[in-house]
């Protein structure tokens, strides 16, 4: 069922549910989450942007909710951040006080989220152009950027996946994703609130806790790959997953391996499905189509993709050329927050979005994605880090005197983040500590190596392909 509405809320607006998110040991019915959420958004009446520590809890999903119903635009903020992320997330955001629990060391005002409260006032949908969510994502260099997202791109994005996994108010969402991404957040929160199918949110997304879901009635399975592979390599929990409708998987590539294992522990092919921050989910495979192991399917609904080389030429079609891909459609980003330069880079003259990732298209429409254009970005366990922040951080510690990241092959991680650094009387461990207190704990380096040089070239340019 999809809605002409833009509202991501109007079907949680019908009947009540008693448990429609199930978060922790919590179940938060329909009243619960728009009662309170209503009483959050009168609090909050007139906010333009407000921020809000994405921790999995109820109090994160009634942030949420309130923060749609009074038209503010959200800031989620990852749970780990450190000073140095918090500091330019919130300064760039402009954020203007917390919906619920305030981090250490930021001094913006925060509004408490009451859990009990009710409040019934009708909020005017605000217009489909307004942002529902800035969200942060790192690029190859500098500090993270954000990624505007409109309603009705959330509107868009959601009902594509809808349609192509046949996705209705009968499914049990079961993931355990963190809640400042596309992934977990909009797809994962906002998306069973717009459906209407009830959610359950594991808390951490572990074999045992999708198991269990899974006896709890589960039918609609996400994770990212390394998620999978975890499943896959505990066969007791992934032949508990036979019951379910769809395993989907996204946010990185799928290893072969992994499809094929969870195929046969399960029965179920898992789905594969291809997105961005920018640009929500683009292309998958379909709930009614071939799953092809390796591949991630076809563009969903409104949605148009084209290969191109490196001078803007046409790349056949043909299940081998390789170029870069470009989407457009209704689900893409408004832009990146206060950089027109970076948006306007981001764009072709004729108005497609240059992606950054490399892929094939065969005669069928079938899309493979062969890696990224820029080894700066980096995939590990789903999340997208940027080698340039990392390596800011690293250089902010006194004994490194250079430091040059990059992403090398794991087996449960799909990358690693590994630092080469030319430093002074500091152990690797200490420079690992280090990053993992200035940003998000999940950007920092599995494995630091002490070098006595950087490969350089003759502008003096690190050669990343060399280390
Ligand atoms: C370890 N820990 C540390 C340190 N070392 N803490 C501080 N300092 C250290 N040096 C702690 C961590 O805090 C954490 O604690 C624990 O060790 C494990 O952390 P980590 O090893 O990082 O986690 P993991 O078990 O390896 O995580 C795997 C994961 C995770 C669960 C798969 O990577 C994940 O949730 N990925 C999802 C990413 C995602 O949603 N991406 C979507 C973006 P504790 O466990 O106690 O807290 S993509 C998107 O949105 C697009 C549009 C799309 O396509 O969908
Ligand atoms: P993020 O903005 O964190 O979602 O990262 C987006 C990037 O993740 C894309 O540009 C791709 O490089 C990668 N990605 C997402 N989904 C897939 C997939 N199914 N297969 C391969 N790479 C993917």
Redesign the pocket.
Request: charge should be positive; hydrophobic fraction near 35%; charged fraction near 15%.
């Given at each position: 069922m999809l809605l002409s509405s833009l509202d991501p809320l109007a079907v949680a607006r019908g009947d009540d549910m008693p448990d429609a998110v199930r978060i922790g040991d919590t179940a938060l019915s329909r009243t619960d989450i728009l009662g309170a959420a209503g009483a959050l958004a009168k609090r909050i009446a007139g906010a333009r942007r407000v921020a809000v520590l994405a921790e999995p809890t109820p109090a994160t999903v009634i942030a949420i909710v309130g923060g749609l119903l009074a038209g503010a635009t959200l800031v989620p903020v990852p749970p780990?951040s450190g000073p140095a992320e918090l500091a330019h997330i919130l300064s760039d955001s402009g954020a203007q006080a917390w919906l619920g629990r305030a981090p250490e060391g930021s001094d913006l005002p925060s509004v408490p989220v009451r859990v009990h409260a009710r409040d019934w006032h009708a909020h005017p949908e605000p217009a489909p152009s307004a942002i529902a969510f800035v969200l942060y994502t790192s690029g190859t260099t500098g500090a993270p950027k954000g990624v505007l997202l409109s309603r009705r791109a959330l509107a868009a994005g959601i009902d594509a996946m809808a349609e192509a996994w046949d996705w209705t108010s009968k499914d049990v969402l079961v993931h355990g994703?963190?809640l400042f991404?596309?992934?977990?957040l909009i797809l994962g929160l906002v998306g069973p609130l717009r459906v209407g199918s009830r959610l359950i949110h594991t808390g951490?997304?572990t074999p045992q806790a999708y198991a269990q879901a899974a006896r709890d009635g589960g039918t609609l399975f996400f994770g990212?790959p390394?998620?999978w592979s975890r499943i896959a390599d505990d066969a007791e929990s992934a032949r508990a997953l036979a019951t379910a409708r769809l395993l989907v998987s996204?946010?990185a590539a799928l290893p072969v391996p992994v499809f094929e294992r969870l195929h046969e522990l399960t029965g179920i092919a898992p789905i594969e499905r291809y997105?961005?921050?920018e640009t929500?989910?683009t292309v998958t495979t379909r709930v009614d189509g071939e799953r092809r192991p390796g591949w991630v399917g076809l563009p969903v609904r409104g949605v148009e993709t084209r290969l191109r080389d490196e001078h803007g030429g046409e790349v056949p079609h043909d299940g081998e050329s390789i170029g870069g891909l470009q989407v457009r459609g209704p689900m893409l980003f408004d832009g990146y927050l206060g950089r027109p330069d970076a948006t306007a880079e981001s764009w072709t003259e004729d108005g497609w979005f240059r992606t950054g990732d490399v892929a094939v298209v065969d005669a069928d429409g079938f899309h493979r994605i062969v890696g990224r254009e820029s080894t700066d970005l980096i995939k590990s366990?789903?999340?997208?880090i940027g080698a340039g922040e990392v390596e800011t951080a690293l250089l902010g510690h006194p004994a490194v005197r250079e430091a040059a990241v990059v992403g090398l092959p794991d087996a449960d991680?799909g990358q690693r983040i590994v630092a080469f650094v030319v430093a002074d009387g500091v152990d690797p461990q200490t420079l690992?500590?280090h990053v993992?207190s200035q940003l998000s704990?999940?950007k920092?380096p599995r494995e630091v190596r002490i070098v006595e040089s950087l490969p350089r070239n003759a502008m003096g340019k690190v050669q990343k392909k060399l280390l």
């Open positions: 780990d994703l963190p991404h596309v992934h977990g951490k997304p990212v390394t998620v996204g946010s997105g961005m921050s929500m989910l366990g789903g999340y997208r991680l690992i500590d993992a704990v999940h920092r």
